[in-house]
C-alpha cells in the first residue's frame, strides 16, 4: 500500500467550476498536510497546509482534513486556467526531520476555457 | 522565484559514473532537504541537512551522499550511477523550526545513459 495516495487523474474541469483533489494517507500519527502546485517543467510551491481536523480557507482554496478516515482534500473555487498543474499531496510523520515530506503520485488538473 | 538556486540544470552521465549536484539555500535558511523525482511521479525523500548534519534519510543506498557548508549551501553526491537514476533532483531549503514550507529550487535534470 502506497504511503500518500491521490485520486488518479488526469481531472479535468470547465472553467468556473470547482476542482476537488483528495488524497489518503496509511500512517494513522501523520502530523502536517500540505498540497503542493507544480507546474510542467517547475519546481513544486506550497498552496497551503493545514494542521487540524476540519477546514482552512484561502482565497480560493481550501483544505479539508479528516483523521480519523485519514484523508485530506482540496477544493479549487472558481477553476481558472492557470490553475492547471500537478498538484501534490504532502504528509509530515513527525520527529525532527523537518524538511522529510511524503508525497502522493500527483493529479494532473486541467481547466479547459 | 524562490531564492534556491541549483546547478547544473541539465546533465547527462552514463551508467557507472559519479555526480555532484549543488544547492544554495535562501538566505537565512539552515536546513536544506534533497529530493528525488522520477517522471509522473511525486518526489522521494533522499536526505536533510540541518547544521552541517544529516538528520534524516530517506530509503536510498550508501552510495548518495550529502554535505552541508557552513553558509548552508550543500551537495548531493551520487556515485556508480544507474539508469533508474535518471530523474529531477530537488533541492528544498527551510528555517528548520517545524515543519512547514519548503523553498524548492528549480531542480537539476540528471539523464544516465
Known amino acids: 500500500q502506497k504511503e500518500v495516495e491521490q485520486n488518479s487523474g488526469p481531472l479535468s474541469v470547465p472553467e468556473g467550476a470547482i476542482a476537488s483533489l483528495n488524497c489518503t494517507y496509511s500512517d494513522r500519527g501523520s502530523q502536517s498536510f500540505f498540497w503542493y502546485r507544480q507546474y510542467s517543467g517547475k519546481s513544486p510551491e506550497l498552496i497551503m497546509f493545514i494542521y487540524s481536523n476540519g477546514d482552512k480557507e484561502d482565497g480560493r482554496f481550501t483544505a479539508q482534513l479528516n483523521k480519523a478516515s485519514q484523508y485530506v482534500s482540496l477544493l479549487i473555487r472558481d477553476s481558472q486556467p492557470s490553475d492547471s498543474a500537478t498538484y501534490l499531496c504532502?504528509?509530515?510523520?513527525?520527529?525532527?526531520?523537518?524538511?522529510?515530506?511524503?508525497f502522493g503520485q500527483g493529479t494532473i488538473l486541467t481547466v479547459h476555457p | 522565484e524562490t531564492g534556491v538556486t541549483q546547478s547544473p540544470t541539465h546533465l547527462i552521465k552514463t551508467r557507472g559514473q559519479q555526480v555532484t549536484l549543488r544547492c544554495s539555500s535562501q538566505s537565512g535558511h539552515n536546513t536544506v532537504s534533497w529530493y528525488q523525482q522520477a517522471l509522473g511521479q511525486g518526489p522521494q525523500f533522499i536526505f536533510q541537512?540541518?547544521?552541517?548534519?544529516?538528520?534524516g534519510r530517506g530509503n536510498f543506498p550508501p552510495r548518495f551522499s550529502g554535505l552541508q557548508f557552513p553558509n548552508y549551501s550543500s551537495e548531493l553526491n551520487v556515485n556508480a550511477l544507474e539508469l533508474d537514476d535518471s530523474a529531477l533532483y530537488l533541492c528544498?531549503?527551510?528555517?528548520?523550526?517545524?515543519?512547514?514550507?519548503?523553498?524548492f529550487g528549480e531542480g537539476s535534470r540528471l539523464t544516465v545513459l
Open positions: 504532502a504528509v509530515f510523520g513527525g520527529g525532527t526531520s523537518y524538511g522529510k515530506l511524503t
Open positions: 528544498a531549503s527551510s528555517l528548520g523550526q517545524g515543519p512547514g514550507e519548503l523553498f
Open positions: 541537512y540541518y547544521r552541517e548534519e544529516e538528520n
